[in-house]
């Protein structure tokens, strides 16, 4: 079993497999989601880094990709849950939606508008797959869709600090030459870029847990327990 799945298979109670979903579902957005929008919003310094200036072109079709992978993330958090609660037929859903909804509309978006056009595919689909995911949450632990946003307004609000930044910040990162310093500084410096973002989420997302009165059962109180475990 997953991490996901054994931290799911605690809950018994109603109340705990809520807490225990929404725990579970800010985790994976603040991290699969910082990964992706990071690579979103550094992708052209990214390309340069891995493939060199020729690659230059490649960075918006990197970007989109990783952007419209984005609503995927809450499907991806959706298994578990499932799972624990012997409703794996939800996973099958899930994907028979997503393929129902990604095909015809990818061979209508190549056929008119090229790769541009399976890159929006890609999103709707992505936007179909996760609103089912949060219709399928409500049926099994009775949290509504507007009960759901708000659980992870603060995650959300971690995460559109992290990519502005890290807008912000991508001009300041020096394109790289052939050579291997040049290159490896490029590196350094994307990784650096990262980090401050990173940590402009941290601050946000613990700034708006402290206004809202230290809800211990949240992500932001369970990381800083673990972070008080590891230095003690």
């Known amino acids: ?7 799911m298979t605690k809950a018994t109670t109603p109340e705990q497999q809520q807490r225990a979903w929404v725990r579970m579902l800010n985790t994976v957005l603040c991290l699969m989601g910082a990964i992706l929008l990071g690579i979103s919003t550094l992708a052209g310094p990214i390309v340069q ?4 200036e020729t690659w230059r072109e490649a960075a918006p079709i990197l970007a989109l990709l990783t952007l419209t992978g984005f609503p995927s993330v809450v499907g991806f958090a959706l298994g578990p849950l499932a799972i624990t609660l012997y409703r794996p037929r939800l996973i099958t859903q899930r994907t028979m939606i997503d393929v129902a909804v990604k095909v015809p509309l990818m ?11 399976a890159i929006a595919a890609r999103g709707i689909a992505g936007l179909a797959a996760m609103f089912f995911a949060f219709t399928a949450a409500t049926q ?5 869709f507007r009960e759901q946003m708000y659980a992870i307004h603060r995650t959300v609000a971690g995460l559109v600090t992290l990519t502005a930044v890290s807008f912000w910040l991508c001009p300041v990162v020096q394109p790289a030459t052939a050579g291997f310093v040049e290159r490896a500084g490029l590196g350094l410096e994307i990784s650096l870029v990262f980090i401050v973002a990173l940590t402009a989420q941290t601050i946000v997302m613990l ?3 402290k206004l809202e009165g230290h809800p211990a059962d949240s992500l932001e109180g369970t990381l800083l327990r673990w972070f008080r475990k590891k230095i003690n």
């Open 207 to 209: 700034g708006l847990w």
């Open 1 to 7: 079993m997953t991490p996901l799945t054994v931290a």
């Open 49 to 52: 880094f891995l493939l060199g």
């Open 140 to 144: 099994l632990v009775g949290l509504t």
């Open 107 to 117: 061979l209508i978006g190549i056929a008119w508008f090229g790769l541009w056009g």
